[in-house]
């Protein structure tokens, strides 16, 4: 195919392929592109013309796509990533008159200790835009970065898409958070007899702290754990349950009343705090300017001395 038979070549049926391989799916890709499931399934068909190949086969409730799919779209999708980098440099962005859409990925701890001081700087300057916050973690962060349904995100990460960029925000020190009268600091050995909450998004019982402790020959006891850090203050109230958190969220806590911070009774590594985005939204102005507002409201420089 040259130049001139791409005319016939439809932008939109690219992005729909795109899509059906990130969703095995003709509801979802219709609820992602916010289009008509028979408008999907026409595409699919001009589709299956154009590169004269079934592309998906359906197995089950899911569609997998063929062995030329795979091929198409290890071709397309660097493409796409170029185009769309192309036309979002040759557009201006002004916050204050933006009604831009942003969608971004935020771990429980971050939602709650650091996006309130972010939207309001996010209000102040670009009143017009929408922020759709979708919860994500290490776990989540990859999926949500490569199926295109977020473009930046802020957590703790691992494992990333291969061409996702990451920047660290801050390095955190957990913080332990106790509501009890006892006067002074919990000792190692008062730490470990404690009941413990834990927030986990999964309901997982155990934790990091309980890796840093199996190295002192420690172990703890969890008897409560919640998915989010919204309401740990008031769980703790009235007992003599410990919890342990990033410093940043023990600040939010503590400043709310009821509940006192202190460190832990341990050594105890910090953890990096990433943000994370597309590698094609390097350059977009919009995005940028997303990403410098919160580097500014949700990193720690000094941490990183």
């Known amino acids: ?53 079934p592309l998906f086969v359906r197995t089950g409730r899911s569609m997998e796509p063929t062995a030329r799919a795979r091929e198409i779209f290890a ?28 969608r971004v990925g935020l771990s429980d701890d971050v939602e709650f200790a650091l996006l309130p001081p972010l939207l309001r700087r996010l209000r102040a300057e670009a009143p017009g835009v929408a922020l759709v916050v979708r919860r994500a973690n290490y776990l989540l962060m990859p999926g949500l970065l490569a199926s295109g349904e977020i473009s930046v995100g802020v957590s703790h990460t691992e494992e990333l898409p291969a061409n996702a960029k ?57 008897v409560l754990a919640v998915p989010q850090f919204n309401g740990l203050a008031t769980l703790l109230a009235g007992t003599d349950i410990v919890a342990t958190v990033p410093d940043y969220a023990a600040a939010v806590l503590t400043a709310g009343g009821g509940v006192r911070a202190e460190p832990l009774p341990m050594a105890s590594p910090s953890f990096e705090l990433h943000m994370v985005w597309p590698g094609a939204q390097d350059n977009d102005p919009a995005e940028r300017w997303l990403r410098s507002r919160i580097q500014m409201f949700c990193a720690d420089p000094a941490s990183l001395a």
């Open 166 to 222: 990451r920047k660290v925000l801050r390095r955190s020190l957990p913080k332990l958070l106790r509501a009890d009268s006892v006067p002074g600091q919990l000792s190692l050995d008062d730490y470990c007899a404690r009941p413990h909450a834990l927030v986990s998004y999964a309901g997982d019982l155990s934790g990091f702290i309980d890796e840093e402790l199996a190295k002192v020959g420690c172990k703890r006891r969890v």
């Open 75 to 102: 071709l397309l999708s660097p493409a796409l990533d170029s185009i769309s980098t192309a036309v979002s440099r040759a557009t201006d962005f002004n916050p204050a008159t933006s009604t831009a859409v942003f």
């Open 1 to 53: 195919m040259n130049r001139n038979d791409l005319r016939r070549v439809d932008l939109n049926m690219l992005i729909v392929f795109e899509t059906l391989m990130h969703e095995r799916s003709v509801t979802r890709a219709a609820e992602k592109l916010f289009l008509g499931q028979p408008a999907i399934s026409a595409a699919l068909a001009r589709l299956r013309t154009l590169f004269d190949d």
